[in-house]
């Protein structure tokens, strides 16, 4: 696990052991990457950056209140590359005051799909 202070990233098995223990996964990609690459299992599909690049947070946060019912709710964020996760995951530590944020390292293509794992369409 490496700690990027406001959010930890999780390996792949680190991933799995919190999923395991019903951690809530967040997959924020776009309606088309999930469609393309399939999600990982159990996944909430709820889309962070549109294909410009744009966002809406109040739309954001009120379908992830849905799933993360307070600040201290571990929850895992899941994109592409796990680049966008470290964005979204350092805001929702330092700016909203979520305590127990986590990515997976790598994120769905080189976190889950490259180790072999599979995913759902």
């Known amino acids: 696990m490496t700690d ?57 946060m009120d379908a992830f209140s849905q799933i993360v019912k307070d600040k201290q709710q571990p929850f895992i964020l899941v994109c592409a590359h796990a680049n966008r996760t470290k964005t979204i995951g350092r805001f929702m530590g330092s700016e909203l005051g979520y305590e127990n944020v986590y990515e997976l390292d790598g994120g769905i293509n080189y976190g889950w799909i490259d180790q072999g794992l599979k995913t759902v369409p």
């Open 4 to 60: 990027f202070g406001d959010f930890k990233s999780l390996s792949t098995e680190e991933f799995q052991e919190k999923k395991a223990e019903g951690c809530a996964v967040i997959d924020i990609r776009r309606p088309d990457e999930w469609g393309y690459y399939g999600v990982i299992e159990g996944s909430h599909k709820i889309t962070f950056f549109d294909e410009m690049g744009q966002y809406d947070l109040n739309q954001f």
